[in-house]
């Protein structure tokens, strides 16, 4: 999911918990106070990102065995201390969640067409996803 609304951690949670899940793993990520910075822009072509993370979401269930993982990713002006990406992954065993969830985290910025543009006291500068 890629949306301007803020993500709801718990019902992304709940929607994992599930009988066969031993383990839920979530990974946060919030916009955080870089000298200078007062707040983010994110752009997303939201098509191609979507397509991406479900095969981002796929690979992970397929190379962990994880029974679940979903995504959720902010776009629009965000200020500093709010919620940006949200992974969660649930599994049998921590091990595989928590490994299903970095990859997951890790392949999302190197991947997903998604932009940050940083507003800052002295103006804006965008910066690449896997710099965040």
């Not at 946060?28 to 707040?39: E, I």
């Not at 776009?75 to 969640?97: D, M, N, Q, Y």
């Not at 932009?115 to 002295?122: A, F, Y």
Request: aromatic content about 6%.
């Amino acid at each position: 999911m890629i949306s301007d609304s803020e993500i709801d951690l718990e019902e992304l949670l709940n929607r994992s918990m599930k009988p066969d899940a031993g383990a839920v793993v979530a990974f946060v990520g919030v916009v955080r106070a870089d000298p200078g910075v007062r707040a983010l822009e994110v752009e997303a072509y939201e098509e191609a990102a979507l397509e991406e993370l479900r095969r981002i979401k796929d690979e992970a269930i397929g190379r962990f065995g994880v029974s679940s993982v979903d995504v959720a990713h902010r776009k629009g002006r965000l200020s500093l201390g709010e919620v940006i990406v949200v992974v969660v992954c649930a599994s049998a065993h921590r091990k595989e969640a928590f490994q299903a969830c970095e990859y997951v985290i890790e392949e999302l910025k190197r991947r997903v067409p998604i932009w940050k543009k940083e507003l800052t006291e002295e103006g804006e500068r965008w910066v690449r996803g896997d710099a965040c």
